[in-house]
């Protein structure tokens, strides 16, 4: 039994990374279960992003891009990583970091901080629009209004427009977002299930609002939520066993520096779930994540189908398929102490809307609440 455990770790210890056969690998790659090392995991995943970038036609030399930063791991690993691409590839790209500041307290001046270190640390000028100077109203003071319950409808919403209304100050020509393939698998299947077809048929599109005043593109479309958070971090002590490799320590090697708090307000609820479902299907089967994004992908709406006209807000001038843009619906109903008026695919109203607030059935304002962080809207 000794013989064996001593001969087990021995033939442990020999084993090399499967890509240079030289070093010693550290971790068990989440998307191709590839046993690597830590400077061929660096390698890959950053000229995975490169090839993304190329195939796609993401950017032309001389392009202003916007990152939207929250001081999160995905984007703070968006805006080192795009930066390094940038000197390494001469994309020739003017790269500053964008920030929104909801107003929660306690959880984006926390994570405001973070992106503000990162301004000095990357060089990026940084620029933050919060809700209160353009709606009037933080987060904080919707929550005291509404409650939890959607309170992310407020927030998406908000988030979305204020996005492209910095974008515009920036005058830049593109906005790059740290959406993760985990991201858009659960937005496919949060899409299915709400039976959302015009989402769903856009939330794969690595480009999306080319029509609209400033696309928006997703360089980590392809890349695993695992690997973004091990890219940071990777373990500088390890021990291996016939198959698989254990990360014990975790050093910071790359010292990216980023925020992991959740925010206080987030309701977990329906997207949590389909959260958990995607990571038991990973868990199982790795590619699930890159076969539901496929799926998505591939899905295509029928000429037949009916879908809504692109148009302009009739108060703000922002796109919308409506007489009023979502935004200044929800905060219509805000300033007039209406808060659910622009919530729900009720009738009437300024956008066929109830001015009235009325009592919904459960199942309604459950749909709602699954419009977590980020919302729906790619
Ligand atoms: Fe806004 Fe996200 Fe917090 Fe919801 S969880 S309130 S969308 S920051």
Same mark, same amino acid.
């Given at each position: 039994?000794?013989?064996?455990?001593? %001969?087990?770790? %021995?033939?442990?210890?020999?084993?090399?990374?499967?890509?240079?056969?030289?070093?010693?690998?550290?971790?068990?790659?989440?998307?191709?279960?590839?046993?690597?090392?830590?400077?061929?995991?660096?390698?890959?995943?950053?000229?995975?992003?490169?090839?993304?970038?190329?195939?796609?036609?993401?950017?032309?030399?001389?392009?202003?891009?916007?990152?939207?930063?929250?001081?999160?791991?995905?984007?703070?690993?968006?805006?080192?990583?795009?930066?390094?691409?940038?000197?390494?590839?001469?994309?020739?790209?003017?790269?500053?970091?964008?920030?929104?500041?909801?107003?929660?307290?306690?959880?984006?001046?926390?994570?405001?901080?973070?992106?503000?270190?990162?301004?000095?640390?990357?060089?990026?000028?940084?620029?933050?629009?919060?809700?209160?100077?353009?709606?009037?109203?933080? /987060?904080?003071?919707?929550?005291?209004?509404?409650?939890?319950?959607?309170?992310?409808?407020?927030?998406?919403?908000?988030?979305?427009?204020?996005?492209?209304?910095?974008?515009?100050?920036?005058?830049?020509? %593109?906005?790059?977002?740290?959406?993760?393939?985990?991201?858009?698998?659960?937005?496919?299947?949060?899409?299915?299930?709400?039976?959302?077809?015009?989402?769903?048929?856009?939330?794969?599109?690595?480009?999306?609002?080319?029509?609209?005043?400033?696309?928006?593109?997703?360089?980590?479309?392809?890349?695993?939520?695992?690997?973004?958070?091990?890219?940071?971090?990777?373990?500088?002590?390890?021990?291996?066993?016939?198959?698989?490799?254990?990360?014990?320590?975790?050093?910071?090697?790359?010292?990216?520096?980023?925020?992991?708090?959740?925010?206080?307000?987030?309701?977990?609820?329906?997207?949590?779930?389909?959260?958990?479902?995607?990571?038991?299907?990973?868990?199982?089967?790795?590619?699930?994540?890159?076969?539901?994004?496929?799926?998505?992908?591939?899905?295509?709406?029928?000429?037949?189908?009916? /879908?809504?006209?692109?148009?302009?807000?009739?108060?703000?001038?922002?796109?919308?398929?409506?007489?009023?843009?979502?935004?200044?619906?929800?905060?219509?109903?805000?300033?007039?102490?209406?808060?659910? /008026?622009?919530?729900?695919?009720?009738?009437?109203?300024?956008?066929?809307?109830?001015?009235?607030?009325?009592?919904?059935?459960?199942s309604a304002a459950r749909s709602l609440e699954s419009k977590q962080c980020g919302s729906l809207?790619?």
């Amino acid at each position: 039994m000794e013989a064996s455990e001593g %001969k087990s770790k %021995k033939q442990g210890a020999s084993r090399l990374c499967c890509l240079c056969n030289q070093r010693r690998p550290v971790l068990k790659r989440p998307k191709t279960l590839q046993q690597i090392c830590k400077e061929c995991f660096y390698e890959v995943f950053e000229e995975e992003i490169h090839q993304v970038i190329v195939k796609n036609g993401l950017f032309k030399s001389g392009e202003r891009v916007a990152i939207g930063a929250s001081g999160g791991k995905d984007s703070t690993v968006l805006a080192y990583v795009l930066s390094e691409l940038n000197r390494r590839h001469s994309y020739g790209l003017d790269l500053f970091l964008l920030s929104i500041d909801e107003g929660i307290t306690g959880y984006r001046d926390d994570s405001l901080e973070t992106v503000k270190r990162n301004e000095l640390q990357y060089g990026l000028p940084l620029q933050i629009l919060s809700y209160k100077d353009l709606y009037g109203w933080t /987060m904080d003071d919707i929550v005291k209004m509404i409650g939890l319950k959607n309170n992310c409808t407020f927030c998406g919403v908000f988030r979305r427009q204020a996005l492209d209304r910095g974008a515009a100050l920036l005058k830049v020509d %593109k906005l790059v977002t740290g959406h993760n393939a985990d991201d858009i698998a659960e937005t496919v299947l949060l899409n299915i299930l709400r039976g959302d077809i015009a989402r769903l048929s856009r939330c794969t599109s690595i480009t999306t609002g080319e029509d609209g005043p400033i696309p928006r593109c997703k360089p980590f479309k392809y890349t695993y939520e695992k690997e973004i958070v091990i890219y940071p971090f990777i373990t500088e002590s390890f021990s291996c066993s016939f198959s698989n490799i254990y990360i014990h320590t975790y050093a910071y090697f790359k010292k990216l520096d980023y925020f992991s708090t959740e925010c206080i307000y987030s309701p977990n609820a329906y997207r949590g779930f389909a959260r958990e479902f995607i990571k038991d299907l990973e868990r199982l089967r790795p590619r699930a994540i890159l076969d539901i994004i496929k799926s998505g992908e591939d899905f295509r709406i029928a000429t037949t189908t009916k /879908m809504p006209e692109q148009g302009t807000c009739e108060r703000c001038g922002y796109i919308s398929s409506q007489k009023w843009c979502k935004a200044c619906v929800l905060l219509d109903g805000l300033n007039r102490g209406l808060p659910k /008026m622009g919530i729900g695919r009720a009738r009437g109203g300024v956008n066929g809307d109830h001015q009235k607030e009325t009592k919904k059935p459960a199942s309604a304002a459950r749909s709602l609440e699954s419009k977590q962080c980020g919302s729906l809207d790619f």
